[in-house]
Structures are given as structure tokens and as C-alpha cells.
């Protein structure tokens, strides 16, 4: 720091010219020796921290930083000798421009502290009692990538990404990215990316959404520095292009998983390196790229099939020829799910399913594809001997006579999802569950319109004693005599949804509850408008022992003679949903004096009988809640609210 030393004149600061006429007297400065007194005038000064620039005119005060007048080079010298942890954060914290330095050195371009250590002893002696500990020693523990960071809308700045490089460097390493929108001002871009490549080269995982700045430069520097990325996943990166993506296939030997989608410059060319440079590529999912067609996914599946096993196409320019190949080369396959893939025709599913190579698919999923009919659907059910899991979305021509072969043929199967079949009728369904192999645990319909409720008489053979789960969710025709005829084929039945069928009545659901034989677990009986209390108390008395879950949420016909029904015989029920139904405050009181029950999460919205009164018997039951929905009671108070927040600490209050 700059010194006044002792001359002779006024008290007064020099505030500009020079100090001696001739510009050699400046030697005299320089020979003073060190034992020269402070200058220290009794007034107070301002201090002068600039440094003096010497020149024709003597010297004079550089108003600007000493530091900041080193070039970027000496400070890159100065900051990659910086010890890691906090000295480095602290200087990083100093100003922008320090910390865009700061972030463009790369991990191996710092030096370890024996390096430093030697520099150091060139100058002065180290003393014995001080241990110096390498950098390099600690990087295998401190890059091993365990930290995750996520940047969402305007908070993703390149500025931000900067301090993440410098921050997560000491602290385990940086091991998983999340980008999530960007900044509409100051959004990421290549040089933010840039920065996480240099600083953290432990990064495994690595998702951009919706950054439009970021092009191949900055996947280029990811590729160059992060030989461990594992997970690539490009949403939305309109710059992004086969380039970048050819520069991750060449650099990142470990990529096993690899998500795109809407990007429309990444076609088949990338695709093709990818199969080819990435031996250890395990999930594939690509979704709406125009370039991509049938190239890229047929060279990326043959070249990736001995490892390749979750595969996900949506939205793609791909035809038959495509599911050919997958179904000759998916040979390590177990997850497949192919969606609006208009191009594919009844052939290219038949193909994929005769080629005999999905061998070890155990789950499909289908949306929207005009190709899957009657005859393809039998023709994947028979080439897919381990299929355990199928998902039809929105297939339309798929009708009650494929339903029931594809159940014949696909012995394994455990879970059925249809949504949005409307061909399939009620026969269909009967159909399949007479039919399904002994392994059947689930079947889910949801908003299948083409099912209409009518009474007909079957004899029921070979009931599907393996089915445990029903899902009947949105399907207006499903009504009491379908409800009946499930009861008769489903008697192990322990799962029941059937929230939104307003067509089934008592007379309809007492059947099925009374040929459950395992004993009902969780029931769902949301927006059954026209059910009493009459088959609350039936499943009450049925199956008391057994229940946790019943959400009876909308049901206006069940009162306060169905909460006592569940005080009397539920000895296990944990989940409660009466929400909009017309209990009181009686039903409450009731519920609060059943020693054996011990709910834990209790809906009443919408409940407008239910008023202040219940006060007591809530902080009664408060011993065991976790969870009270008291939304739109207008018969409760905000003060009563208010002491049931200060009295049931534990429990989560939805007012």
C-alpha cells in the first residue's frame, strides 16, 4: 500500500503535478531506506489506495483499482493459484468480471497446492509443522459428482451458471444439471454452458428445456469436458444441432440415456453416430424432430441393440419400416412406447410383431396410432411372449374381437390400460377377463365411451381370480348391470376406482362388494352421485377389517348414518374423503369417539353442516392426523382455523 514518507512543506495533500522539478529527483524516492518515519498529520485525510503512475509530468494518482489494472492474463496467473473452497468463492464474489475469469479456468489448469508449495519455498521456507496437501489428491473425492442444481425461468442466467462452476467445485462436485427455461433478458447461452464444462468435469447428468441461445458451441465444450455425462436431455433447443450431437457421441463413451425432443435441427445423421459411438446406450426417447425418419431410428436401434432397452418414439416422420427394425433388432427391449406415429400402417405393427425379436418386452404403450387394429394388436400379444404390461391410448379401431384375442394370446399379462378405445364395448370386457391368463392383477378403462350398460346373461366359467386392481374412471355408460356382472368375474377384487360413474346405483355396487372375497383395501367412489348410505354401511360391515382408503368426495346422498357405519366396524381406515357430502356435525362428534380408528388424513371440503362446534373433536382425532382438508366449510370460522393450527402442530390444514 502506498506511503506518505516524511518531507518538508505544508500539511496539505498534493493533489495533482509534480512533486520535484526534475524528473531524476525521483531517484530520491526510491533510495530512502526502510526505516523512514509515516507520514501522520493530526487532521483526518483521505487515503490514497491508487497507485501513481511516473511519467514526464512526476506522478500522478490512478483513481482506478491496483488490481483491476493487471490485464487478464496476469490475473488468470494470479486466480488459478487461488486454493480451493472458500478463497476462491470469495474472489469470485468480488465482481463479474472476476468470476467470468474465475469460471473459464479449467479444473486441470489450477495449481495444486505442492505446486504452490514449491513456488512458495523459492521465496521463503515452509516450516516443518505445516502439512501441504495436494488438490489432486482431493479431486477423486471431491469431483465424484454428487450434487444436483437446478436453474428455472429468469433465474438462468449465464451469470448464475458461472457461480455454480466455481461453487460446486469444493463441495462433491457438480453431478446433475437442470435447466428449465431461461431468462428472456440475459438467458443462458453457450458461454454459460461453456463455464459448467470447464469447472465440472464431474458432471453425469445434464438437462436443457427451452433455451433458445444455446447452440453447438456449447454442447461442443460438454462433449470436450465432461467425458462422464451420462444423461443427455435436449427439450426445446431450436440451435442445437447434429453437430452437437455427433460432438457428445465422439466424447462421452458413457452416455446411456438420451431425451430429445422438439428440436428441429437434430435429424438422422446424429442419431446414426450416436448408435454407432455409444456402445453402453441403454434409454432412447425422441419426440417431434422433423428430421428425424427412418435412417436414423433404424441405424440407432441396430447399431444400440445388444444394450438398448427403453425405447420412446412420438410424433415422428417414421413408416412401417422403422417397426420392423425394431421388431427384429429390439432384442434387449423391455419398455416401448410408440405414440402418433401416423405414417406407421396395420403392416409395420403386424411386421414388428411376427419378426418374433421383443422377446423380452414387458411393457407396451400405444397412442394414437392409426396401424394398430384387431389383426396387429393379436400379432404383438403372440410375439411378445413376457409382455406384462399394455397401455392402448386413443386407438380407434380396435374393437371388442382384438381386445379378446390379444388377451388369449398375451399369457403373461398383468396389467390392461385402455383410454379412449371407444370400439370396445362391454363384451369386450367380459371378454378379456374370461379369457386373460391366470397372471391378470389390473385393468384400467378410462373415458371408453363405447361401453353401454346391458343386462345379459353369461355363465361365468373361469372367473379372473387373479385381478386384484379395477380401475372404471369418465365412463358414462358403465352402469349398475356392468358393475354386477365384474362383481361375478373379479371376486378377489382389493383395489376399486370407480370415481365418475354416475350411472351405478346401490343395486349395482352391492354385488361386487359382496363377492370380494380378499377383502377390499382402498375404495374410490368419487362422483358416484347416486349412491346412499345404504352401501357405505354394506362395505362397512364387509369389509371393515381389511379397509384403509374410502373417498366418498361429491356423494350428496351419504350423511351422518354412514360415518357411524365406519366408526362401528373400520378397524384399520387411515384415509378419509367425505368432502361435499351432507354430513353434520353429529357425524364428526361420532367418527371422534371410535377408540379403535386412527385416521390420519381427513377431507370435509365443501362440507357446510360441519361447523365451529367440531372444534373439540378435531383436536380429539389430532392425535393421529397428519393431514385436514377444511376447505370451503363455510360453517367454520378463520379463528376456529387459526386454534387448530396452534393446537395440531403435526398436521398439514388446507383452509
Not at 15 to 43: F, H, K, Q, T, W
Request: net charge neutral; with cysteine.
Amino acid at each position: 500500500m502506498p506511503a506518505l514518507v516524511n518531507y518538508s512543506g505544508d500539511d496539505e495533500i498534493y493533489s495533482g503535478g509534480s512533486l520535484y522539478a526534475n524528473s531524476s529527483d525521483l531517484g530520491r524516492l526510491y533510495s530512502i531506506g526502510s526505516r523512514v518515519d509515516v507520514y501522520s498529520p493530526a487532521c483526518k485525510r483521505a487515503r490514497i489506495s491508487a497507485p501513481f503512475l511516473f511519467g514526464s509530468s512526476g506522478f500522478e494518482q490512478n483513481k482506478r483499482p491496483s488490481i483491476e489494472v493487471l490485464p487478464d492474463e496476469c490475473l488468470f496467473e494470479i486466480f488459478r493459484r487461488v486454493p480451493e473452497g472458500k478463497e476462491r468463492s470469495s474472489c469470485a464474489c468480488v465482481s463479474k468480471k472476476w468470476l467470468m475469469l474465475l469460471s473459464s479456468i479449467r479444473r486441470n489448469e489450477f495449481c495444486s497446492s505442492s505446486a504452490a508449495a514449491e513456488e512458495k519455498e523459492t521465496v521463503a521456507p515452509v516450516r516443518n509443522d505445516v502439512e501441504m496437501v495436494s488438490c489432486e489428491e482431493n479431486r477423486e473425492v471431491e469431483s465424484d459428482g454428487y450434487l444436483t442444481r437446478s436453474l428455472e425461468g429468469k433465474k438462468a442466467t449465464d451469470m448464475r451458471l458461472a457461480a455454480i462452476a466455481v461453487g460446486t467445485s469444493s463441495r462433491g462436485g457438480l453431478g446433475k444439471l437442470l435447466i428449465r427455461g431461461s431468462n428472456s433478458v440475459r438467458g443462458v447461452t453457450n458461454l454459460g454452458l461453456s463455464t459448467i464444462a470447464r469447472g465440472c468435469p464431474s458432471l453425469r447428468a445434464l438437462s436443457l428445456w427451452n433455451v433458445p441461445f444455446v447452440g453447438d458451441e456449447g454442447l461442443f465444450e460438454i462433449a470436450k469436458e465432461c467425458h462422464l455425462l451420462e444423461k443427455l436431455d435436449l427439450t426445446n433447443c431450436p440451435s442445437i444441432s447434429n453437430k452437437g450431437l455427433i460432438a457428445v457421441a465422439e466424447n462421452c463413451p458413457n452416455l446411456s440415456s438420451l431425451n430429445i425432443e422438439s428440436c428441429s435441427k437434430i435429424g438422422n445423421e446424429g442419431l446414426q453416430t450416436i448408435g454407432k459411438l455409444c456402445p453402453k446406450l441403454q434409454s432412447i426417447s425422441i419426440k417431434d424432430c422433423p428430421l428425424v425418419g427412418d435412417h436414423g431410428v433404424s441405424s440407432l436401434l441396430s447399431s444400440a441393440s445388444s444394450v438398448l432397452t427403453r425405447v420412446k418414439l412420438q410424433a415422428l416422420n417414421i413408416t412401417d419400416f422403422s417397426l420392423a427394425v425394431i421388431g427384429h433388432y429390439g432384442k434387449a427391449v423391455t419398455n416401448l412406447a410408440l405414440s402418433g406415429l401416423q405414417h406407421v400402417s396395420e403392416k409395420g405393427f403386424w411386421v414388428m410383431g411376427n419378426a418374433k425379436g421383443l422377446q423380452k418386452l414387458m411393457s407396451l404403450t400405444i397412442t394414437s396410432c392409426r396401424g394398430i387394429t384387431d389383426v396387429s394388436l393379436e400379432a404383438i400379444a403372440k410375439g411378445s411372449v413376457n409382455l406384462k404390461q399394455m397401455c392402448l391410448r386413443k386407438c380407434c379401431f380396435v374393437s371388442d374381437n382384438g381386445l379378446v384375442a390379444f388377451a388369449k394370446a398375451a399369457g403373461s399379462l398383468e396389467s390392461l390400460q385402455l383410454e379412449e378405445c371407444n370400439r370396445v364395448s362391454q363384451s369386450g370386457i367380459v371378454g378379456s377377463l374370461s379369457n386373460c391368463g391366470a397372471k391378470l392383477k389390473a385393468l384400467s378403462l378410462v373415458k371408453c365411451m363405447g361401453i353401454k350398460d346391458m343386462a345379459f346373461r353369461m355363465s361365468v366359467s373361469s372367473p379372473c381370480s387373479s385381478l386384484r386392481y379395477l380401475s372404471i374412471r369418465n365412463c358414462p355408460g358403465f352402469g349398475s348391470a356392468s358393475m354386477a356382472m365384474i362383481g361375478k368375474l373379479c371376486p378377489q377384487l382389493q383395489h376399486v376406482d370407480l370415481s365418475g360413474l354416475c350411472g351405478i346405483t346401490d343395486a349395482g355396487l352391492l354385488p361386487l362388494l359382496e363377492s370380494c372375497e380378499a377383502g377390499l383395501v382402498k375404495v374410490n367412489l368419487s362422483g358416484c352421485l347416486s349412491l346412499t348410505d345404504e352401501v357405505v354401511s354394506a362395505l362397512a360391515r364387509l369389509h371393515g377389517g381389511t379397509l384403509e382408503l374410502l373417498n366418498l368426495d361429491g356423494c350428496r346422498k351419504i350423511t351422518d348414518a354412514s360415518l357411524l357405519a365406519i366408526a362401528e366396524n373400520c378397524l384399520f381406515l387411515s384415509d378419509l374423503d367425505v368432502s361435499k357430502c351432507a354430513v353434520t356435525d353429529s357425524g364428526i362428534t361420532i367418527l371422534s369417539s371410535a377408540e379403535q380408528l386412527n385416521l390420519q388424513v381427513l377431507s370435509l371440503s365443501g362440507c357446510s353442516e360441519v361447523s365451529n362446534k367440531i372444534l373439540p373433536c378435531l383436536k380429539k382425532m389430532g392425535r393421529t392426523l397428519v393431514g385436514l382438508n377444511l376447505q370451503n366449510c363455510s360453517s367454520i370460522s378463520s379463528s376456529t382455523v387459526e386454534l387448530l393450527v396452534e393446537s395440531l402442530w403435526r398436521c398439514d390444514i388446507l383452509s
